[in-house]
């Protein structure tokens, strides 16, 4: 099993940046992609980026051009780097791991930003 911890939210102008970190424990040798997530309130859960094992990235729309997705593999952990913040980037963000087996890991506590205008 992996366990994924999510850190870095806060609060910050509009245009501004913030840095989450995604930590791995577990079976971390196991992972082939890493997920980000962001719910606002009221609103679905949304994917935001992933990071696959041989370092192939996926974005939604909304963030493209603003954030990036990066993994230090000797920390076990995923970054998402997010410049340009916007008032609808406010959301709980979440990170998830798949294994290759398609297992996906526990939802964690997520992280919490605010964006102001």
């Known amino acids: 099993q992996v366990q994924t911890v999510e850190s870095g939210g806060g609060l910050v102008q509009a245009g501004g940046s913030l840095r989450l970190s995604c930590a791995a424990s577990?079976?971390?040798?196991?992972?082939?992609?890493i997920i980000w997530y962001r719910q606002a309130p009221g609103q679905q859960r949304e994917l935001v980026a992933l990071?696959?094992?041989?370092?192939?990235?996926v974005y939604a729309d909304s963030v493209k051009g603003r954030f990036t997705i990066s993994r230090d593999n000797a920390k076990n952990t995923v970054y998402l780097h997010m410049n340009s913040l916007r008032p609808e980037d406010t959301a709980a963000y979440y990170c998830?791991?798949?294994?290759?087996?398609?297992?996906?890991?526990?939802w964690g506590q997520g992280t919490q930003v605010t964006v102001s205008s």
């Open positions: 998830r791991s798949r294994l290759a087996t398609g297992e996906l890991s526990n």
């Open positions: 577990g079976s971390t040798r196991s992972i082939k992609t």
């Open positions: 990071i696959d094992s041989d370092g192939s990235t």
